[in-house]
């Protein structure tokens, strides 16, 4: 069974980076798509992005070219690197694998504060 | 504001049938995108409920349906049980710019 699980900073300041990385166990990394789900605190789901182990990207155009997601299929790692971050940054986010029949499996999630 | 519309909240009462509907338009559902549905409980990542319109995976009670007709989508819920309180969300794909995944803006379900 395949399972996801985010790791990476818990606080991030006003106008850096914001990275996160995502390991893979129980299934290859090749084949699907593997992608970045986040929440703001009460709130909806909001999708940032995803990339084929490939290499082809795809994300959500209200991020202005913030985001960038890279796979690493010999570690099995894939991660998220989010720029010039503001507290409306601030949110639960997880990683997932999306596929032609939706998102079907999701890490736990991982919190990121953005504040100084 | 999400570009699927859902319902924020919706109720019933045990043994009861809801529905929640899921409204997009002629770049996403109406474009012909296949609508999924998860169920999220508070603290816990959401789970997949129905892919491709209206399948359930594996595990799924056969009292979640889904179906979809024209920009709209729904999500059925027969027999309504306390267990089903949670966050409900329709997931589909947007063209209007780029071909991007959307998702609504989630519906609280109670069970009254």
């Known amino acids: 069974q395949v399972q996801l699980q985010e790791s990476g900073p818990g606080l991030v300041k006003p106008s850096e980076t914001l990275s996160l990385t995502c390991t893979v166990s129980g299934d290859s990394i090749s084949s699907y798509y593997w992608g970045w789900i986040r929440q703001p605190p009460g709130k909806g789901l909001e999708w940032i992005g995803y990339?084929?182990?490939?290499?082809?990207?795809n994300y959500n155009p209200s991020l202005k070219s913030r985001a960038t997601i890279s796979v690493d299929t010999s570690k099995k790692q894939f991660s998220l690197k989010l720029s010039s971050v503001t507290a409306a940054d601030t949110a639960l986010y997880y990683c997932?694998?999306?596929?032609?029949?939706?998102?079907?499996?999701w890490g736990q999630g991982t919190t990121v504060t953005v504040s100084s | 504001q999400s570009v699927l519309a859902q319902p924020p909240s919706v109720s019933g009462a045990p043994g009861q049938r809801v529905t929640i509907s899921c409204t997009g338009s002629?770049?996403?559902?109406?474009?012909?995108?296949?609508v999924h549905w998860y169920q999220q409980f508070p603290g816990t990542a959401p789970k997949l409920l129905i892919y491709?319109?209206?399948n359930r995976p594996s595990g799924v009670p056969d009292r979640f349906s889904g179906s979809k007709s024209g920009t709209s989508a729904s999500l059925a819920i027969t027999g309504l049980q306390a267990e089903d309180e949670a966050d409900y969300y329709c997931?589909?794909?947007?063209?209007?710019?780029?071909?991007?995944?959307?998702f609504g803006g989630g519906t609280k379900l109670t069970v009254l």
């Open positions: 002629r770049s996403n559902i109406g474009a012909g995108y296949d």
């Open positions: 491709g319109n209206s």
């Open positions: 997932a694998r999306q596929g032609a029949y939706g998102v079907d499996v």
């Open positions: 997931q589909t794909y947007d063209s209007s710019l780029s071909v991007h995944v959307v």
């Open positions: 990339m084929y182990y490939s290499g082809s990207a």
